[in-house]
Antibody
Framework: QVQLQESGPGLVKPSQTLSLTCTVS??????????WTWIRQHPRRGLEWIGY???????YYNPSLKSRLTISVDTSKNQFSLKVTSMTAADTAVYLC?????????????WGRGILVTVSS | DIVMTQSPDSLAVSLGERATINCKSS????????????LAWYQQKPRQPPKLLIY???TRESGVPDRFSGSGSGTDFTLTISSLQAEDAAVYYC?????????FGQGTKLEI
């Protein structure tokens, strides 16, 4: 079973850019069909899909965040990353990386444990 | 966006009893092109990420106990946990993958 681990800062100042990385182990990030996903969970709230990058090189973003997002894959490091610009307090959340088996079957069968990102000056 | 609404928000069920959680989508998640409902269920325990239980509305993920079952079609779905165990206390989420953006229900907290 593939394992995922998020890394990055736990504290970001308002207006700054958040950069997170998810390291994949136990499998290759270049697996055919796979889409590498970012999801966030606001405190005491539910889950919000941020977007994903698929093995084809295509990326798909939540329209509510699209103008601020970049998701990219680094096959040489078996990692994928998330950048969110212009962070505000409303972006405070646990950020989780996950794997969708394919674009046509995008449930999430492997998850990282998540990283809490707080936006505060 | 497809809005997913779960009911109830929370429920308490005794050990060994049956728990039923409902999920309703604002649009059908059953494409006319095939016979599969694009609906998944997850279990989340405190300080853990969600765990996939069911996909295609009724297919159990490998390793998930058979007391967990999913049913429904179109816009109305149910997760049933028969013979509740103590370790089933968690928050349960449904998720549609019929169309982007992918969306989740608000969650149902199950207490024993």
């Amino acid at each position: 079973q593939v394992q995922l681990q998020e890394s990055g800062p736990g504290l970001v100042k308002p207006s700054q850019t958040l950069s997170l990385t998810c390291t994949v182990s136990g499998g290759t990030i270049s697996s055919a069909g796979t889409c590498w996903t970012w999801i966030r969970q606001h405190p005491r709230r539910g889950l919000e899909w941020i977007g994903y990058a698929c093995y084809t090189g295509d990326t798909y973003y939540n329209p509510s965040l699209k103008s601020r997002l970049t998701i990219s894959v680094d096959t040489s490091k078996n990692q994928f990353s998330l950048k969110v610009t212009s962070m505000t307090a409303a972006d405070t959340a646990v950020y989780l990386c996950a794997r969708a088996p394919s674009k046509a079957a995008d449930w999430f069968d492997s998850w990282g444990r998540g990283i809490l990102v707080t936006v505060s000056s | 966006d497809i809005v997913m609404t779960q009911s109830p928000d929370s429920l308490a069920v005794s050990l060994g009893e049956r728990a039923t959680i409902n999920c309703k989508s604002s649009q059908t998640v059953l494409p006319s092109s095939n016979n599969k409902n694009y609906l998944a269920w997850y279990q989340q325990k405190p300080r853990q990420p969600p765990k996939l239980l069911i996909y295609w509305a009724s297919t159990r993920e490998s390793g998930v106990p058979d007391r967990f079952s999913g049913s429904g079609s179109g816009t109305d779905f149910t997760l049933t946990i028969s013979s509740l165990q103590a370790e089933d206390a968690a928050v349960y989420y449904c998720q549609q993958y019929h169309s982007l953006p992918l969306t989740f229900g608000q969650g149902t907290k199950l207490e024993i």
